[in-house]
């Protein structure tokens, strides 16, 4: 299992910070997460010759493929909505701080017990592939979606150009969560519940699908199966790799 560790550890280094918005366009931040994620993927073999090799060959395609993805116009959005600084400030500051202060009462009261048992976790194999696999679920794959999709928004924008503005990035994020949760939901072996997932979506959209716009039911349709099945997919892959069966 290290072999399928390190194969899907690295295509999800490689191609993680060139599908977050917020870091493609730094190639400072770009590069030193490749190589970072690449690290922890080779982790268990990270002192060997294969590793000193395949980390600045890493590191190297990473700068590649941040200076391609310069030229793309049509990737994936910043989710904006996600990000803004009340939220961080008011939320996820303290909710960081909380956390910090309970992982270290519960490390200080159980000795290394707890600190042992995190880091064998986290560097367990299937721990790394299962992560790597939502990673390349949730981000990666909204590249490709994205890419799918954009014939097809160029020609909605053109039919609803004088419609209101949706929320800048709400896509995004949207994807993000569908996927996120269509693998999460497959690789635990309940696949059936991803019809939540699709219901609630389908729910929101209802009023369009309703109004009979052709064109925004099809490109609705080729968006979710295309966002979905890919997910799918890749949780299944993941599966086997785990020794389970593909949709449990």
Do not use: C
């Not at 299992?1 to 730094?26: D, K, N, Q, T």
């Not at 080729?222 to 890919?230: F, Q």
């Amino acid at each position: 299992m290290e072999l399928e560790r390190v194969v899907i550890g690295l295509v999800a280094a490689l191609l993680l910070p060139y599908s977050l918005p917020a870091v493609r366009p730094r190639p400072l931040l770009a590069v030193p997460l490749t190589v970072l994620y690449a690290a922890y993927a080779l982790a268990p073999a990270l002192l060997s010759p294969a590793a000193a090799v395949l980390l600045p060959l890493t590191a190297a395609a990473s700068w590649g493929l941040w200076r391609l993805a310069r030229t793309d116009a049509h990737m994936q959005g910043s989710p904006r909505i996600l990000i803004s600084r009340s939220v961080a400030g008011t939320i996820f500051a303290p909710l960081g701080l909380t956390l910090a202060l309970a992982g270290t009462a519960a490390a200080l009261h159980t000795g290394t017990k707890v600190l042992t048992g995190a880091r064998d976790l986290i560097l367990d194999d299937r721990t790394a592939i299962a992560v790597s696999g939502l990673l390349i679920a949730t981000f990666i794959g909204g590249e490709v979606v994205t890419h799918t999709l954009h014939p097809f928004y160029a020609e909605l924008k053109k039919a609803e150009a004088g419609e209101m503005e949706p929320l800048k990035g709400a896509g995004t994020a949207i994807g993000w969560l569908e996927r996120s949760m269509t693998y999460a939901l497959t690789v635990a072996g309940r696949p059936e519940a991803i019809a939540v997932v699709v219901g609630i979506k389908a729910l929101a959209r209802f009023p369009e699908l309703q109004s009979n716009q052709k064109r925004f039911a099809e490109y609705f349709l080729i968006g979710s199966m295309s966002s979905i099945g890919l997910a799918l997919l890749i949780a299944a892959v993941i599966r086997i790799v785990l020794g389970e069966k593909a949709l449990g």
